[in-house]
């Protein structure tokens, strides 16, 4: 079951925590892999919606950042969906070149070791 919203619902959906944040999970259009894990305000939620850059609101310099302004390595929106609650966004994207800093492709590259 998929609802399809409106940008406006889309938006008015979401519920962004006391600091004005709300968590979005970034995801491979083509695999289905998780790329990586950041913020969004409704000011980058609406910038991103609005051009299809995916644009994230950095915690540690307070400030917006477009995903591959510095490293050219970008996402584009391909299909956004809100969870249940409204606190949680997913992202589903394509990404152009590695999407961690460290230039792998997932942030989620490390894993427990077997017991």
């Not at 004005?20 to 991103?48: H, N, Y």
């Not at 950095?58 to 606190?87: I, N």
């Given at each position: 079951m998929t609802d399809h919203l409106t940008h406006a619902a889309f938006v008015s959906t979401v519920k962004?925590?006391?600091?004005?944040l709300v968590?979005?999970?970034?995801?491979?259009?083509?695999?289905?892999?998780v790329l990586m894990f950041a913020w969004m305000t409704r000011e980058t939620l609406e910038m991103t919606l609005t051009t299809g850059r995916v644009t994230y609101w950095s915690r540690s310099r307070q400030s917006v950042w477009a995903k591959g302004e510095t490293s050219g390595h970008s996402q584009?929106?391909?299909e956004a969906y809100v969870d249940c609650d409204g606190d949680v966004l997913l992202l589903k994207?394509?990404?152009?070149?590695?999407?961690?800093?460290?230039?792998?492709?997932?942030?989620?590259?490390?894993k427990l070791a077997e017991a």
């Amino acid at each position: 079951m998929t609802d399809h919203l409106t940008h406006a619902a889309f938006v008015s959906t979401v519920k962004f925590d006391a600091s004005g944040l709300v968590p979005v999970i970034a995801q491979s259009k083509d695999t289905g892999q998780v790329l990586m894990f950041a913020w969004m305000t409704r000011e980058t939620l609406e910038m991103t919606l609005t051009t299809g850059r995916v644009t994230y609101w950095s915690r540690s310099r307070q400030s917006v950042w477009a995903k591959g302004e510095t490293s050219g390595h970008s996402q584009h929106l391909v299909e956004a969906y809100v969870d249940c609650d409204g606190d949680v966004l997913l992202l589903k994207v394509d990404q152009m070149g590695p999407a961690c800093h460290t230039g792998a492709p997932s942030c989620f590259f490390r894993k427990l070791a077997e017991a």
